[in-house]
């Protein structure tokens, strides 16, 4: 039986159940042959269920964990009464995209990562019900947003990712005229283009663009700032703040032999034909190759995407990972779901080169076994070679998600910006603000490639900062 700590009100209809209320999901071998949402969220009893287990504790843990803090046992508590309505008010009252964060947030390292339920059983599943209550208000044409009247300020954000989305609603909110430059022609970001369709439908992203322009938000789509306009050229149109939200979209490569050759992408490419050109139907303008096998190269989010994505498409996919499993940096539910729709794991295995035919078409990608040695800088034990170990893998295609940083084209026309070595845009943590007086920068182009709630964070904290910055300006 649970210990009840000191610090939990005892509630007289507590579930003791030690597993989370199951996610009902599409079958791993129906699902890997088509795009469409896998988790497919809880019904009213489900979501009721699940509330009980939480144990309205008085110092509620999971709320430290949660970076746009949301008061959580209050909403969990609502959801075990029936009291949906109830419930989205108070998300809604934090977090401006509950839909997406219900859906993508790596809650098992915030929120339920700190769950006292956690310590013998499973966690609360918080973020299932956060999507359940989001999904349900959004079925009922219920909104979240209203804007106050105009104060006459106007603010510019570069990039409509999360952090441009959020700190988006938050000014549009208290009454600033905002506009959204976007280099793509679809607002979103990764939520649009990097995400794949089967973990976040593109209908809930553009249904939350939707909810901001109805409340004054002008999305500027197919606009490089950098290049058809500078920051400098924003602020002598009248904008008196600058958002930096351009993310960190700029892929890494290996830099090993055969990179060039056909059938090679970064997953950013790869990714992006997919989810924003549907480059899966097979009458999209940019089709995108179908691989017979696949190998994809890292361990980390993006890399089971690329992976799920090509099993869709028809390939055996191999993942090539240079460390262990207990390294690898993807969330453990991608793992869990990456496994079950049949992607092959290469643990300890680093690729060397890429292999090609007569006709420049990728035939192999040659491989070597590591073993791990000591813990190098990120503490992680390094990946050692083990001689003589060379194999090749035979497959018609390689995706490489070995990581990406921030694309300084936003900042072209803005030397005085500092930048942090790591080629991120210097940032204030608590505010945003940059180098220069009305610039903020947040997000992943502030932090480098980090999680969707991080970056929302980071947009809620700079609007507010801009904010104040636009009403106390002499
Ligand atoms: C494939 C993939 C899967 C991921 N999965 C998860 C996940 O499951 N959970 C999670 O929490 N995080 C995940 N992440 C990370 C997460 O998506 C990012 O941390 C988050 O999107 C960062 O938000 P952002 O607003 O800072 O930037 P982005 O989402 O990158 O948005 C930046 C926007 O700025 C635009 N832009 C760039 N340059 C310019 C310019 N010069 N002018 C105008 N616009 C510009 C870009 O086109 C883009 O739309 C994933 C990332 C990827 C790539
Ligand atoms: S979700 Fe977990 S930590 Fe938070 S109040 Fe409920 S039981 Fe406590």
Redesign the pocket.
């Known amino acids: 039986m649970f210990a009840v700590s000191q610090e939990v009100s005892v509630m007289p209809n507590i579930n003791m159940q030690a597993e989370k209320t199951p996610m009902p999901s599409q079958a791993p071998d129906v699902r890997n042959h088509n795009f469409l949402e896998v988790a497919l969220g809880y019904t009213p009893e489900q979501a009721i269920n699940e509330a009980k287990r939480c144990l309205q504790c008085k110092k509620p843990a999971c709320v430290t964990g949660c970076p746009v803090g949301i008061p959580i046992p209050q909403f969990i508590h609502k959801v075990s009464e029936g009291d949906f309505a109830g419930a989205f008010e108070i998300i809604s009252g934090a977090n401006a995209l509950p839909r997406i964060s219900g859906r993508?947030?790596?809650q098992e390292n915030q929120c339920e990562g700190k769950c006292v339920r956690g310590i013998k059983g499973e966690p609360v599943a918080i973020g299932r019900l956060e999507r359940f209550v989001a999904d349900w208000a959004a079925a009922k044409g219920i909104e979240s947003l209203t804007a106050a009247p105009d104060n006459g300020h106007k603010a510019a954000i570069?990039?409509?990712?999360?952090?441009?989305l959020t700190c988006a609603g938050e000014l549009a909110r208290k009454g600033f005229n905002v506009t959204v430059?976007?280099?793509?022609h679809v607002?979103?970001?990764?939520?649009?283009?990097?995400?794949p369709e089967f973990?976040l439908p593109k209908t809930i992203v553009a249904s939350q663009v939707e909810a901001l322009k109805k409340i004054g938000v002008d999305f500027e789509t197919d606009?490089?700032?950098?290049?058809v306009l500078t920051i400098p050229e924003l602020f002598e149109m009248g904008y008196e703040t600058v958002f930096i939200?351009?993310?960190?979209?700029l892929p890494q490569f290996m830099k090993i032999p055969g990179e060039g050759l056909i059938g090679v992408y970064s997953?950013?490419e790869y990714?992006t034909r997919i989810n924003l050109m549907k480059a899966y139907d097979p009458h999209s303008h940019t089709p995108v190759l179908h691989g017979k096998k696949a190998a994809v190269v890292g361990g980390g989010?993006?890399a089971m995407?690329?992976a799920r994505c090509a099993k869709r498409l028809g390939a055996d996919v191999h993942i090539v990972y240079r460390r262990s499993e207990k390294e690898l940096p993807a969330?453990l539910e991608?793992v869990h779901h990456a496994k079950e729709e049949g992607i092959i794991f290469d643990l300890l295995t680093a690729p060397l080169a890429v292999k090609g035919d007569e006709q420049g078409k990728v035939a192999a990608l040659t491989c070597q076994k590591m073993q791990l040695g000591e813990p190098d800088a990120s503490g992680r034990r390094r990946p050692v070679p083990i001689p003589g170990s060379e194999y090749d893998l035979d497959v018609d295609e390689v995706i490489i998600a070995i990581g990406?940083k921030p694309?300084p084209?936003?900042i072209t026309g803005t030397p005085n910006l500092e930048r942090t070595k790591k080629g991120c845009v210097a940032a204030n943590d608590e505010t945003g603000a940059t180098s220069i007086p009305g610039v903020f920068a947040?997000?992943?182009?502030a932090t480098g490639?980090?999680?969707?709630?991080?970056?929302m964070g980071?947009?809620k904290k700079a609007a507010a900062a801009m904010a104040e910055y636009m009403l106390n300006k002499k």
């Open positions: 993508v947030c790596p570069i990039g409509s990712g999360p952090a441009g430059f976007e280099a793509f607002p979103g970001g990764v939520l649009s283009y990097g995400i973990r606009m490089v700032i950098g290049k939200a351009s993310g960190a979209g997953a950013n990714l989010n993006v995407d690329a969330r991608e990406t694309n084209m936003s947040g997000g992943d182009a490639a980090a999680t969707v709630i991080l970056a980071a947009g």
